[in-house]
């Protein structure tokens, strides 16, 4: 019998994708916690709220419907097309039509679709950093190669913001698309509208795509506004895809609805190949999502305002240890505060020299598990999510003061 060997088991291409190291951290923080330890996460990207009831609702009644235990067009139901294409006008003005529409499983797929119907082998996406953690291994699955660009955190340049003179200077004649999130996982960083205006007008003087992942679009504070793209430059909507989804507005992350709006021809590549990929998206998912665009925002904005009162708390709590600078995110539920003034320092008989090593360190002495800057670009950097409650949150970062009070 012929064995095959260790090394061609698995594809090159399958095996190097890296693991998403948000759900890695996440996993381990509930396998501890399924043990009976007092871990507190940071690392979920998800609201800690349930769902709103009238979604859940729209879905029971989905279940007992008939039509909805059948296939569906593999782009997504017309019904549902309609309310993304109203939606998107209610909510960034931004007029489209539903032959611009893909519906897909949830976000992470949307990003993948683009870049497969964008992306030849040796083309460069400009990759703003820190990004999340699947831009990078979307880029190289689709046949890509992602160019890193890091923003910098200096607050007074604008923290975790490039400019049109960063990405000029990492443009080369491969580069075939700009990957822009605003407001950003992992940082909460948010361009203001001039800096998306001029980012937009570099991109359509030099040919470039732009993907632009509008997500977390009503987790907004401090009056900051995130337009969108192709709103602003109106010229660029033939080069430009906009992600979106239904996960973080609406604590729907376990529904798995996504989409992607962009020319008529990249759509209908995206969702040829999706048809073989995996076909309809759940037809229930499908219905609770036409509930909840169609639906007012009290829901949201009743979230927002818990996030925000944590937002302004977990800044606070950061900023008062010794070795951390925490820029203040203007947008989605993420801290992401530079520790670089921490690292090489003694913590209880160990020196963390890299944000991971301290992460873990963290994780092993407190029992508080946050994501390393290294899952999404430079080491120096922690992210921690505040979607989580308030108690536990002043716990866990109550934790992390102590031990790094500890610092000599």
């Known amino acids: 019998m012929v064995r095959v060997s260790e090394q061609t088991r698995i594809s090159t291409r399958i095996g190097s994708i890296a693991e998403s190291a948000t759900l890695a951290v996440d996993a381990k923080a509930k396998a501890l916690k399924a043990e009976g330890r007092p871990v507190i996460g940071f690392g979920a990207g998800e609201p800690d709220f349930p769902t709103p009831d009238y979604v859940v609702e729209a879905a029971v009644a989905a279940c007992a419907d008939p039509v909805n235990h059948r296939y569906s067009p593999a782009g997504g139901l017309p019904a549902l097309k309609a309310a993304i294409v109203a939606k998107t006008r209610r909510d960034s003005g931004y007029e489209v039509e539903p032959a611009n529409v893909l519906v897909t499983n949830g976000g992470k797929q949307a990003v993948y679709n683009t870049f497969a119907a964008l992306l030849d082998p040796g083309d460069e996406v400009i990759l703003p ?3 999340w953690t699947t831009y990078p291994e979307a880029i190289r699955l689709a046949g ?28 080369t004649d491969r580069t075939k698309a700009l990957l822009f999130c605003s407001p950003s996982n992992p940082t909460g960083a948010v361009y203001p509208r001039d800096q998306v205006e001029a980012i937009g007008r570099w991109a359509l003087e030099h040919g470039i795509w732009v993907v632009t ?6 987790l907004l504070y401090d009056g900051a506004q995130a337009p969108s793209m192709p709103v602003v430059v109106p010229e660029l909507a033939d080069t430009c895809v906009v992600l979106n989804g239904v996960a973080k507005t609406y604590a729907m992350t376990g529904w798995r ?7 008529t021809d990249v759509i209908k590549a995206a969702t040829n190949l999706q048809s073989h990929a995996t076909s309809n998206v759940a037809n229930v998912s499908q219905r609770a999502a036409i509930a909840a665009l169609e639906s007012p925002l009290d829901a949201v904005e009743e979230m927002k305002a818990a996030f925000d009162r944590r937002r302004r708390l977990i800044v606070d709590m950061l900023s008062e240890i010794d070795g951390v ?15 670089e003034g921490v690292l090489g320092k003694e913590i209880r008989g160990r020196t963390p020299q890299t944000s991971v090593e301290l992460a873990a360190l963290i994780l092993d002495e407190v029992e508080v598990a946050v994501v390393p800057g290294e899952a999404f670009g430079p080491s120096g950097y922690l992210r921690l999510s505040y979607a989580l409650g308030d108690a536990d949150l002043e716990e866990g970062v109550g934790r992390i003061q102590a031990l790094l009070a500890e610092a000599r």
């Not at 609805?257 to 020319?263: E, K, N, R, S």
Request: charged share 15%; net charge negative.
């Open 325 to 339: 600078e925490c820029p203040v995110p203007q947008g989605a539920f993420y801290a992401y505060p530079s520790v």
């Open 257 to 263: 609805v996504g989409w992607m709006i962009g020319p």
């Open 213 to 218: 992942d509008e997500i977390y679009e009503h």
């Open 144 to 171: 890509g190669s992602p160019v890193e660009l890091f923003a910098g955190a200096d607050a007074e340049a604008g923290a975790y913001l490039v400019t049109v003179e960063q990405l000029e200077a990492a443009r």
């Open 129 to 131: 950093a820190p990004y």
